[in-house]
């Protein structure tokens, strides 16, 4: 059992418009409710694939049990929130059909008790032994402590269990000196910790910080990774157009599914690439498109070189080939 932990779960709701235009009204062409935040995508995109998830986190109020409704019609994906008298939040994705750019409006989410951390961080530690890997991923809702990716990350690796962060700002700074064995930033969070603009140089900084592997997305740029076998780059074979929301998350259900079933890194980032560009490519948040997927996966350019003794610097048709 992959555990994916979203801490400010969402409701996701994607508008389309034919045209954003400030200042003006819009007639909604299409409305799309998922349940969201950023761990709960990762785990529609595991169970996707094949893997049986857990989620836990928290939700409340009349929006979270809209959330826990639609979790339900999730197939491969356990309830585990846990529950909280404030309301969760809902993140609005607007899509400008005619350019195809989306602007998101994401609340902040509900204030959490000490109390209800309490209840969550019981609820962690009974679900800990039972995983094969753990996904820490997105904002804190107020109330709970900077630091608790940093104890959440402890927590899991006295348990041996391999953990994914990925966060931002003060909690990722935090969580990365716990030693997490993966982080996935984006470029801006990435600079933002090591204070380096350089993607190559700033992902062996925050190696030197704690972090085991540093897997950066660079957007339609694709994925830099740093890991302890070897440097590689993995980029999509063209660009893409579309919604962006929940392509990070894809990527990280990408790396955690290679993890667990223990793939070598030329293929997890392949798989990571492939989940986010169809991610773009599908109509709501959070999902992806499984014929771009499936089309695109044989397609991703990897390259690189490996740290190991006896193992050949990779080269794209390789990686191809192993598809």
């Given at each position: 059992?992959?555990?994916t932990v979203?801490?400010?779960?969402a409701?996701?709701?994607t508008y389309?418009v034919?045209?954003?235009?400030p200042?003006?009204?819009?007639r909604?062409?299409?409305?799309i409710?998922r349940?969201?935040g950023?761990?709960?995508?990762?785990?529609r995109?595991?169970?996707?694939?094949?893997?049986?998830v857990?989620?836990t986190?928290?939700?409340g109020?009349a929006t979270?049990?809209?959330?826990r409704?639609r979790l339900?019609d999730?197939?491969?994906?356990?309830?585990?929130?846990v529950?909280?008298?404030?309301?969760?939040?809902?993140?609005?994705a607007?899509?400008?059909?005619?350019?195809?750019?989306?602007?998101?409006?994401?609340?902040?989410?509900?204030?959490i008790?000490?109390?209800e951390?309490?209840?969550?961080?019981d609820?962690y530690?009974?679900?800990?032994p039972?995983?094969?890997?753990?996904a820490?991923?997105?904002s804190?809702?107020?109330g709970?402590?900077v630091?608790?990716?940093a104890g959440?990350?402890?927590?899991?690796?006295?348990?041996?269990?391999?953990?994914?962060l990925d966060?931002?700002g003060?909690?990722?700074?935090?969580?990365v000196?716990?030693?997490?064995?993966?982080i996935?930033?984006?470029?801006?969070?990435?600079a933002?910790?090591?204070?380096?603009?350089?993607?190559?140089r700033a992902t062996q900084d925050?190696r030197?910080?704690?972090?085991?592997?540093v897997?950066?997305?660079?957007?339609?740029?694709?994925?830099?990774?740093a890991?302890?076998?070897?440097?590689?780059?993995?980029?999509p074979p063209?660009r893409?157009?579309g919604n962006?929301t929940g392509?990070?998350?894809?990527?990280?259900?990408?790396?955690?599914?290679?993890l667990?079933?223990?793939?070598?890194w030329?293929?997890?980032?392949?798989?990571a690439?492939?989940?986010?560009?169809?991610?773009?490519?599908?109509?709501?948040?959070?999902?992806?498109?499984?014929?771009?997927?499936?089309e695109l996966?044989?397609?991703?350019?990897v390259?690189?070189?490996s740290?190991?003794?006896?193992l050949?610097q990779?080269?794209?048709?390789?990686?191809?080939?192993?598809?």
């Open positions: 059992m992959i555990l979203t801490l400010n779960t409701l996701d709701i389309r034919r045209s954003l235009r200042h003006t009204s819009h909604v062409s299409e409305v409710e349940a969201g950023k761990g709960v995508n990762v785990a995109v595991l169970a996707a694939l094949g893997h049986e857990t989620a986190g928290f939700a109020g979270g049990h809209a959330i409704d339900a999730t197939p491969g994906v356990t309830d585990a929130l529950p909280v008298t404030g309301a969760s939040r809902r993140t609005i607007v899509v400008d059909e005619l350019t195809g750019d989306t602007t998101q409006l994401n609340e902040p989410g509900p204030q008790t000490p109390t951390w309490g209840n969550f961080l609820r530690e009974e679900l800990l039972s995983a094969s890997a753990v820490l991923s997105g804190l809702p107020p709970v402590p630091g608790a990716y959440l990350v402890r927590a899991a690796r006295t348990r041996g269990v391999p953990v994914l966060t931002s003060e909690p990722l700074r935090r969580g000196a716990a030693r997490p064995d993966i996935k930033p984006n470029a801006d969070e990435l933002e910790l090591t204070g380096s603009h350089e993607p190559l925050a030197r910080r704690g972090a085991a592997t897997v950066a997305s660079l957007g339609p740029e694709g994925l830099l990774a890991t302890p076998e070897g440097r590689w780059r993995a980029t063209s893409v157009h962006p392509a990070g998350d894809s990527a990280v259900a990408g790396l955690l599914s290679g667990v079933e223990q793939l070598p030329q293929d997890r980032l392949s798989r690439v492939a989940l986010s560009t169809a991610t773009v490519r599908a109509a709501a948040a959070g999902e992806f498109d499984r014929e771009s997927y499936e996966l044989g397609r991703v350019v390259t690189g070189w740290t190991q003794p006896g050949a990779s080269h794209p048709q390789d990686s191809a080939r192993r598809r």
